[in-house]
T-cell receptor
């Protein structure tokens, strides 16, 4: 069964360092998302991406964050200068859309980011 | 702005019991509602999706219902097992051009043998 894959599963970094989280969405999907979950809190929407551009972003998604689909298969989230409060589980998701779209969002296993 | 609330926050039951988890949402103009399971430190596993035109969906021992007019969804788990222990999340999809999900905080379920 097709699945969304994410790497790395866990990354530890020093405050101020750049981090890139990678995702491979399901191949025939058209919408891509990043969500995050700070420990003990709700899963929060960060950004949606469609047709090679950001379609919506939350107030969390400031200038320190960027997304890219560099090669038609990978979907990346970059945090330019990490802060302690960026420590969270980051989830990538994708969905198909189209005439037969059920609306189901498929999530990856997550990348746990720890900022020291 | 959509807000999703889940009650109870935690629930502990003996094995074999039937149980109901509740989810409420403030904006009834949803495209669909999804229920997920999350094991500690793990990802989100989709359990059931109810489209806005549907009233319920069933998968095995799980049944989810949706009442858009009252802004409520319930997840019914029959004959609970220790392996059902996890956090259950509901998420409302408000549709529009981006179909993003708004999550509740979840119900932590513990099923005791």
């Amino acid at each position: 069964e097709p699945e969304v894959t994410q790497t790395p599963s866990h990354q530890v970094t020093q405050m101020g360092q750049e981090v890139i989280l990678r995702c491979v969405p399901i191949s025939n999907h058209l919408y891509f998302y990043w969500y995050r979950q700070i420990l003990g809190q709700k899963v929060e929407f960060l950004v949606s991406f469609y047709n090679n551009e950001i379609s919506e972003k939350s107030e969390i998604f400031d200038d320190q964050f960027s997304v890219e689909r560099p090669d038609g298969s990978n979907f990346t989230l970059k945090i330019r200068s990490t802060k302690l409060e960026d420590s969270a589980m980051y989830f990538c998701a994708s969905r198909m859309t189209g005439w037969d779209d059920t609306g189901e969002l498929f999530f990856g296993e997550g990348s746990r980011l720890t900022v020291l | 702005k959509q807000e999703v609330t889940q009650i109870p926050a935690a629930l502990s039951v003996p094995e074999g019991e039937n149980l109901v988890l509740n989810c409420s949402f403030t904006d009834s103009a949803i495209y669909n509602l999804q229920w997920f399971r999350q094991d500690p430190g793990k990802g989100l596993t989709s359990l059931l999706l109810i489209q806005s035109s549907q009233r319920e969906q069933t998968s095995g021992r799980l049944n989810a219902s949706l009442d858009k007019s009252s802004g409520r969804s319930t997840l019914y788990i029959a004959a609970s097992q220790p392996g059902d222990s996890a956090t259950y999340l509901c998420a409302a999809d408000s549709g529009g051009s981006n179909y993003k999900l708004t999550f509740g905080k979840g119900t932590l379920l513990t099923v005791n043998p």
